[in-house]
């Protein structure tokens, strides 16, 4: 290479994730154009009738899986679970599962418990369907339906617009499985619209927590119901991103025995959003409060919640259910803020490689 | 009072917590008692032939609500599930209970959200089984059946007794739909055993790690497959009685992006059993060792983790699936260590009561 030529243009630590998570409205509208195929798959799900939704998958994953629960749950009024993987691919139990539906969150369709488990699954005769970026993995050989996400490349070791796609493919899902899917698919046209307005605007709003978070170590992040899912994936980017231990806690739990360590230097996150949840979650709030603890409130009724020291309000999405799509997002632009702020690289976090092969 | 007269005895703080971990042997001695009501619950469970079991829970109750997974997994070969209060509390989902056991555990018998759970699934059909210490409580009167869990009265706000005595009560309705009821109470008189056994070496061998994690602020507790259920259960116990964020993670999802958070002040506690398990275990504990953290190892096979810095075996039992009731006792002595070893007072957590009535 020429000396006198400029380098060629390599990004800056945490210029990948802060630009995935940027482009997620676009990233939403790939997996949109995907309608038909999610009709039919929604079409087949609806067929079997099933008594037990299976969700799988690991890390943001299994935070998408959690918002699953829901989706289902509150859509066709199917029971669904974030199934054990283990019980199935180490201890080899023997569920009936003729009328169960399997449905395997991967990114990379590379993890291996969770195509172990696929594979077994659908030998002993569950409807297995494969939700995965990557339409040529293993993964998606072992399913027998699979939708592609369809985030285009997420080169960020941290993920962020695969965990948004993810939430939208089970809303599509179980929306098409409850005969709503159109409905949704529009109702998600709108979400991305909406995210592409909120998104600059929350991008300078969560500098200043950022720098005054920069020395902070531990953290709890509390939702409620659909939010819990939220709280889970909050948690994990500022985790593997930040190298905060945050602890994800429904409101309740939290009183459960973890309001006892808080303290002023051990700082809460909050996910508020409107619906049925938000009660427990401003009484949950209160304890917090109590303990001395700096609050930070994000979700659509993030300003419903009293004494919070940074409050980052999203819009409201047309359906409730959807409110998590939108209410992930301060999260994640805190983390890459936050970050930066301790000169750490999201891209790359220690340790961690896109691909995780652990078993 | 005369002034001459000596004070009445009021115990010591952690004293109560320290005397009800020493305790468990007798209370599970005091549960098997009842194992005619056992009989009779678990036949109408294998009547009801569920295609569901869903658990309910909070806290320490939770934690042993994932025990109840893997028992009824792995027992009778059902689909278990810790279900979510909310979508049936606050957002009034529909689900078909037609066929569904419900299995409410609360010590005190007066969580608010899990009566109020109990009290719907029931009326939509669910068979609904109550697991609590207090069997004259709202939860026992809301409740089809209700077995007493016998652990005599709990004092210290932390709970010990009442956990062990509910993964017991779970093995023992799990094997009791199974067609071996008598098979586990034997099982477990072993396990009693084992465990008054073990408990006075334990107390001596966690006193090194207490003093030198005395400013430790944060840690992970991981397992995999049954032993996460004891990984949860300790991570609360020192979350609550020692002020530590310690989160509890299975093997496989510390890899998934909380690795990177890892260094050589943030310590690593193992839970360790002879189980199908046990290599992901030893593959999750290898990345830590690679991050310089510390680790602890616990349960049947502690001894197979290398590099640990401290050891803390605990007895085979007659069957792995038990392994959790012994594995717990060293997370547990080891809080109640920790907790005198920073002059805190397990027996009251700041901001914590015995009965929560948090929504």
Chains 1, 2 share one sequence.
């Not at 199935?88 to 969150?105: E, K, M, P, Q």
């Amino acid at each position: 290479m020429n000396a006198a030529q400029p380098k060629p243009d390599r990004p800056a630590p945490g210029d990948l994730f802060l630009s995935e998570i940027r482009e997620q409205p676009d990233a939403l509208l790939r997996l949109l154009e995907h309608e038909l195929e999610f009709q039919t798959v929604s079409r087949a799900l609806a067929e079997r009738a099933p008594t037990a939704v299976r969700l799988v998958g690991h890390g943001t994953s299994d935070a998408a899986a959690t918002f699953g629960t829901y989706a289902f749950g509150l859509l066709p009024g199917w029971t669904a679970l974030r199934d054990t993987i283990s019980l199935t691919v180490y201890y080899g139990a023997t569920f009936d599962l003729s009328s169960s539906v399997v449905i395997a969150l991967s990114q990379s369709g590379r993890t291996p418990d969770v195509v172990d488990y696929v594979q077994r699954t659908r030998r002993r005769g569950a409807l297995t369907v494969a939700l995965t970026n990557e339409p040529d993995s293993e993964l998606a050989a072992a399913a027998e339906a699979t939708i592609p996400l369809s985030a285009g490349p997420e080169r960020s070791v941290a993920a962020s617009k695969t965990y948004l796609n993810q939430l939208a493919a089970l809303a599509l899902l179980a929306g098409g499985a409850a005969g709503r899917g159109r409905e949704f698919a529009d109702a998600l046209r709108a979400v991305a619209e909406l995210l592409s307005v909120a998104l600059g605007p929350l991008e300078q709003a969560v500098s200043a927590p950022a720098l005054a978070f920069a020395y902070v170590g531990r953290m709890y992040v509390i939702g409620r119901g659909l939010e819990f899912a939220t709280a889970r994936e909050v948690a994990l980017k500022l985790t593997e991103t930040c190298r905060v231990a945050a602890e994800p806690l429904t409101a309740t739990d939290l009183a459960h025995g973890p309001v006892a360590a808080l303290d002023s230097l051990f700082p809460v996150w909050t996910i508020a959003s409107h619906d049925e949840s938000l009660p427990a979650v401003i009484e949950g709030v209160a304890r917090v409060r109590d303990a001395g603890a700096t609050i930070v409130s994000s979700g659509t009724a993030a300003g419903e919640i009293e004494g919070a020291a940074y409050v980052l309000p999203v819009p409201d999405p047309p359906y409730p259910i959807l409110s998590p799509l939108l209410s992930v997002v301060p999260g994640q632009l805190f983390a890459a803020a936050l970050a930066r702020a301790k000169g750490l690289d999201p891209d790359h976090p220690e340790r961690l490689t896109k691909v995780t092969l652990a078993r």
